[in-house]
């Protein structure tokens, strides 16, 4: 639905159908040009009028206009590769902002659920204080957390909206667009596993990666262009044939022009696609460090993410969880701690949300990696075909 609605993906759609346009009538002869000249002699002669028609005809000789026409199909294949760049920025853009709202979503839960279990607390612990059983400082701390919680259920209940409409955004639909969103895998797929040193990566990231596409695009744009200026220095030849009478005899006359380039010779626009040229291969070096310490990054990213999503999952909830349990036992057999167990849930509720804030940012790590290094070989970016 991205791909198809997307507001910014449509606009880019259009904008290539310019260089289509522009390829399709490009590279075309110069139109001729006629002529009709009419003299009359002011002097008394038997014939005073002489009227002269005349054709005139630019005929390229440089090989310069397929160079032009290589060069615009160029130029619309690399608007086409910018719309694949865009495409696939797009598409990882919505699994970004759907892995935010899916942790968004799972966090909620813990924090309603947490809320649910101080909620039922309170109003016994508040029984307790009024019996003299437990302090009410203590008691207060109960009403207390409950109170925080509903701040931060406010809280989280914005940051999902939030991300529900920049969702809808990105599919091209409306706010007020009712959809039942579900929620995505926090896994972090198999990009994980990718080694940013290793040459597979590097080779996957010359051969795929969007943005390093483009910038090859431009470079064979930029040397096309370079060809074109080399080849304007030989001009068009100038034909042209002319018919008339001159002193009531008929006669024909044919013109032959071509400039010579040894003063201005288009050697400006000769150096100036040089130097673009110049500049478009520095583009693709630079897109390419700039993919690979990209990748660097997510990766450090991701494997921080990493351990810790293990020391979480392994540690931190088994042992917040093993806290809760038997504080609620010891509470269940009648000797009431009631610091251990706001402790125990507190503790339960922050190890929940902070596996699910580790394994969101794993998931957009991996996410990053992915949009750097592009699709797999043979899977196509979008519906730009």
């Given at each position: 639905?991205a791909?198809?609605?997307?507001?910014?993906?449509?606009?880019a759609?259009?904008?290539?159908?310019?260089?289509?346009?522009?390829?399709?009538?490009g590279?075309?002869?110069?139109?001729?040009?006629?002529s009709l000249?009419f003299?009359?002699?002011?002097?008394?002669?038997?014939?005073p009028?002489e009227l002269?028609?005349?054709?005139?005809?630019?005929?390229?000789?440089s090989?310069?206009?397929e160079?032009?026409?290589?060069?615009?199909?160029l130029e619309?294949a690399?608007a086409?590769?910018?719309?694949?760049?865009l495409?696939?920025?797009t598409?990882?853009?919505?699994r970004?902002t759907?892995?935010?709202?899916?942790?968004?979503?799972r966090?909620l839960?813990?924090?309603?659920?947490?809320?649910?279990?101080?909620?039922g607390?309170?109003?016994v612990?508040?029984a307790?204080?009024?019996?003299?059983?437990?302090?009410?400082?203590?008691a207060?701390?109960?009403?207390l957390?409950?109170?925080?919680?509903s701040?931060?259920?406010?809280?989280l209940e914005?940051?999902?909206?939030?991300?529900?409409l920049?969702?809808?955004?990105l599919?091209?639909?409306?706010?007020s667009?009712?959809?039942r969103?579900?929620?995505?895998?926090?896994?972090?797929?198999s990009?994980?596993a990718?080694?940013?040193?290793s040459e597979a990566?590097?080779?996957r990231i010359?051969d795929?990666?969007?943005?390093?596409?483009v910038?090859?695009?431009?470079?064979?744009?930029?040397?096309l262009?370079?060809k074109?200026?080399?080849?304007?220095?030989?001009?068009?030849?100038?034909?042209?044939?002319?018919?008339?009478?001159?002193?009531a005899?008929?006669?024909?006359?044919?013109?032959?022009?071509?400039?010579?380039?040894i003063?201005n010779?288009?050697?400006?626009?000769?150096?100036?696609?040089?130097?673009a040229?110049?500049?478009?291969?520095?583009?693709?070096e630079?897109e390419?460090?700039?993919?690979?310490?990209?990748?660097?990054?997510?990766?450090?990213?991701?494997?921080?993410?990493?351990?810790q999503?293990?020391?979480?999952?392994?540690?931190l909830?088994?042992?917040a969880?093993?806290?809760?349990?038997?504080?609620?036992e010891?509470?269940?057999?009648?000797e009431?701690n009631?610091l251990?167990?706001?402790?125990?849930?507190?503790?339960?509720?922050?190890?929940?949300?902070?596996?699910i804030?580790?394994?969101?940012?794993e998931?957009?790590?991996?996410?990053?990696i992915?949009?750097?290094?592009g699709?797999?070989?043979?899977?196509?970016a979008?519906?730009?075909?």
């Amino acid at each position: 639905m991205a791909l198809y609605f997307n507001a910014t993906l449509r606009r880019a759609r259009r904008e290539a159908g310019i260089a289509l346009a522009a390829s399709e009538n490009g590279g075309l002869w110069t139109d001729p040009t006629v002529s009709l000249e009419f003299t009359r002699i002011l002097q008394t002669v038997s014939n005073p009028n002489e009227l002269f028609g005349g054709f005139n005809l630019s005929i390229p000789i440089s090989g310069r206009l397929e160079i032009e026409k290589a060069r615009l199909g160029l130029e619309h294949a690399t608007a086409l590769a910018d719309v694949a760049r865009l495409e696939w920025s797009t598409r990882m853009e919505l699994r970004r902002t759907w892995t935010q709202w899916t942790a968004l979503r799972r966090q909620l839960d813990a924090v309603l659920q947490f809320s649910g279990f101080v909620s039922g607390v309170v109003a016994v612990v508040d029984a307790m204080a009024t019996t003299g059983e437990v302090a009410r400082i203590e008691a207060r701390l109960f009403r207390l957390e409950q109170m925080s919680a509903s701040v931060e259920v406010q809280r989280l209940e914005a940051q999902r909206r939030q991300a529900e409409l920049s969702i809808m955004r990105l599919l091209g639909l409306p706010p007020s667009f009712i959809a039942r969103l579900e929620p995505s895998d926090l896994s972090p797929g198999s990009t994980a596993a990718l080694d940013p040193d290793s040459e597979a990566v590097q080779r996957r990231i010359l051969d795929s990666s969007p943005s390093l596409l483009v910038a090859k695009a431009e470079y064979e744009v930029a040397e096309l262009r370079l060809k074109e200026e080399v080849a304007r220095q030989l001009p068009d030849l100038q034909v042209s044939p002319n018919y008339g009478t001159q002193n009531a005899e008929r006669q024909f006359l044919l013109g032959l022009a071509i400039p010579l380039p040894i003063l201005n010779g288009n050697r400006q626009a000769i150096a100036e696609a040089f130097a673009a040229r110049e500049a478009a291969r520095v583009d693709i070096e630079l897109e390419l460090e700039t993919a690979i310490a990209a990748v660097a990054f997510r990766h450090s990213e991701l494997r921080a993410a990493s351990m810790q999503r293990e020391i979480f999952a392994r540690d931190l909830v088994p042992l917040a969880e093993l806290q809760y349990s038997e504080a609620r036992e010891v509470a269940r057999l009648g000797e009431v701690n009631t610091l251990a167990l706001l402790e125990g849930l507190k503790r339960r509720k922050e190890a929940q949300t902070g596996l699910i804030a580790a394994q969101r940012d794993e998931a957009i790590a991996a996410i990053g990696i992915e949009e750097v290094v592009g699709a797999p070989a043979g899977q196509v970016a979008g519906g730009t075909r």
